[in-house]
């Protein structure tokens, strides 16, 4: 777990004619990398903190009124992640292992960066550069999931129609915020993808990826992860009332003899078994034949008295009235 009041090692530079001069082209090309990752990082944490300074306002004005409300604890939350990344302070981080490639004496400016190194700065130094960003990816990558939550929640409360213009603000940061840590995530990727070259040119055969490896995350769900430009039926589809049966899986067992007979042959469909309606109906049909067609005088006479028994009863005054 890598602490966050970790101080960095002490820099020791070394001049550039005691390295091989095998390896000076691979840190050429990592250095060019690492300016172009910088120059890349720069706009998107300066609108990073834009937002993040809309959010601290939005939370010292309603955090008395809302404290207590569901919602205001992704708003809290929010703000901790936003307070979190603000605090690795990533481009001075970047910038200062650019610097640790000239000479300490003279002046760190933006044109120094543009000459050619003279220096290279020892394996430690670049070890504890590797680790803050597998870091601040990781952190990176978990804040873009909890913003993705912390939509969904402020989605939900919105129907319920209190707080609208507060929730569709609070909804807008996070959607806005997730979207930059989108783009802030593979810059990273980039920047650790550098520093690393840097690092197995200064102690080759000494390094490994696994040491710097940053955890996956499992990926979210479409509808909470693309914050309102995908589909979100899922989170309030209607109950159409439509009962769906529930299908028992059947499990046959070879050696359980007793059930052979009622398994249906294998090649026959169901629309070849004939149901237990129709079953009855023949059944029915074919008595009433029997008993229509036959001399028995049992029978017959049974039939007799139970036509008998269906006559009518005769009508009084009142139903000749009535009809």
């Known amino acids: 777990m890598h602490k966050r009041s970790r101080q960095p090692p002490k820099l020791a530079r070394t001049a550039k004619a005691s390295l091989d001069a095998t390896v000076h082209p691979d840190i050429d090309t990592a250095l060019k990398q690492l300016k172009l990752c910088a120059r890349n990082l720069q706009p998107v944490l300066a609108t990073f903190c834009d937002e993040l300074q809309i959010l601290h306002r939005l939370y010292y004005k309603g955090k008395n009124e809302h404290r207590s409300a569901l919602f205001w604890r992704r708003v809290a939350e929010m703000r901790r992640y ?3 990344v603000e605090e690795l302070a990533l481009s001075s981080l970047v910038d200062s292992l650019r610097y640790s490639f000239f000479a300490e004496d003279l002046q760190q400016t933006s ?5 050619s190194w003279t220096h290279y700065p020892d394996p430690l130094s670049v070890s504890f550069v590797l680790e803050r960003l597998a870091a601040s990816i990781a952190l990176v990558q978990k804040m873009h999931e909890r ?3 912390a939509y969904q929640s402020f989605s939900l409360s919105m129907q319920t129609g209190a707080f609208l213009q507060l929730l569709l603000t609070l909804a807008g940061i996070a959607s806005r915020l997730s979207y930059l840590a989108s783009e802030l995530t593979p810059i990273l990727q980039q920047t650790q993808e550098a520093v690393y070259r840097i690092l197995t040119a200064l102690n080759p055969g000494q390094t490994s990826r696994r040491q710097f490896h940053t955890p996956r995350l499992t990926p979210l769900d479409p509808a909470i992860d693309t914050l309102g430009q995908g589909s979100t039926q899922d989170l309030d589809e209607d109950d159409t009332g439509v009962s769906i049966p529930r299908q028992d899986a059947q499990f046959y067992d070879p050696s359980n003899t007793t059930h052979k007979d009622v398994l249906p042959a294998p090649n026959r469909t169901p629309s070849d078994i004939p149901s ?4 009855a109906q023949v059944v029915n049909r074919t008595m009433s034949k029997k008993l229509k067609h036959s001399s028995d005088p049992a029978l017959l006479s049974t039939a007799n008295e139970k036509r008998k028994n269906k006559k ?7 139903d000749r009235i009535f009809g």
């Open 82 to 84: 936003g307070d979190r």
């Open 111 to 115: 044109k120094l960066l543009k000459a």
């Open 147 to 149: 913003l993705a939550y």
């Open 276 to 279: 237990l309606a129709t079953k």
């Open 312 to 318: 009518r009863k005769e009508r009084d005054e009142i």
